[in-house]
């Protein structure tokens, strides 16, 4: 079956740092593109990472450039994200999403449950 | 970053019904949109990319239009597990950007 499964979420206190992970399975890891996508309680959905296929090129959204950073474990198919000088409005729902490139366009077919993360004092 | 302003951001509608949703683009993005169902407590999933591909598997009662900076998704008799909150997301360069969503509600 394929699936994304996200950790490393919890409660960190403004400042902090944490080490999101994404674990693949079901499916050629090397093959896709994958992203980050945040949640807030009660609010829409916020594109925040990007990363290709070979892990040659990395995006992110301005409110994460620069603390967050994407990276990709092709030997154990995992994704992760670091997230460091952690705010209070980084408390979200973090999902992991796979990417590809059909005809031009992205598709993000599969997801993750996502894993919560909460920045609080 | 382009900015994507979605409309509207909520509505009522009864089984049956036609629902249009809108998106709009602050610059022209081709036809590099993409539209979502959440469900509440769930992932997103996949309905349109490319703004008028149907991912498989999606019912033909969903479909997608547009170009440039105006999008639309339609859904044509709306059923009982369609009520949900629906995004758009461009991807036509980085940051992509998603739109605010629209729940769609039982009348």
């Known amino acids: 079956e394929v699936q994304l499964m996200e950790s490393g979420g919890g409660l960190i206190k403004p400042g902090g740092s944490l080490r999101l992970s994404c674990t693949t399975s079901g499916f050629s890891f090397s093959n896709y593109e994958y992203n980050w996508v945040r949640q807030a309680p009660g609010k829409g959905l916020e594109w925040i990472s990007y990363i290709s296929g070979r892990g040659s090129y990395m995006f992110y959204a301005d409110s994460v450039q620069g603390r967050f950073t994407i990276s990709r474990d092709h030997a154990n198919g995992i994704i992760y994200l670091q997230m460091n000088s952690l705010r209070v409005e980084d408390t979200a729902l973090y999902y992991c999403?796979?990417?590809?490139?059909?005809?031009?366009?992205?598709?993000?077919?599969?997801w993750g449950k996502g894993t919560t993360v909460t920045v609080a004092s | 970053a382009i900015q994507m302003a979605q409309s509207p951001s909520s509505l009522s509608a009864s089984v049956g019904d036609r629902v249009t949703i809108t998106c709009r683009a602050s610059q022209g993005i081709r036809n590099e949109l993409a539209w979502y169902q959440q469900m509440p407590g769930k992932a997103p999933k996949l309905l349109i990319y490319?703004?008028?591909s149907l991912q498989t598997g999606v019912p033909s009662r969903f479909s997608g239009a547009g170009s440039g900076t105006d999008f639309t998704l339609t859904i044509t008799s709306l059923q009982p597990e369609d009520f949900a909150t629906y995004y758009c997301?461009?991807?036509?360069?980085?940051?992509?950007?998603f739109g605010q969503g629209t729940t769609v509600a039982i009348k």
């Open positions: 999403a796979r990417g590809y490139v059909e005809a031009g366009a992205t598709l993000l077919d599969v």
């Open positions: 490319g703004a008028s």
């Open positions: 997301l461009h991807d036509y360069n980085f940051p992509w950007t």
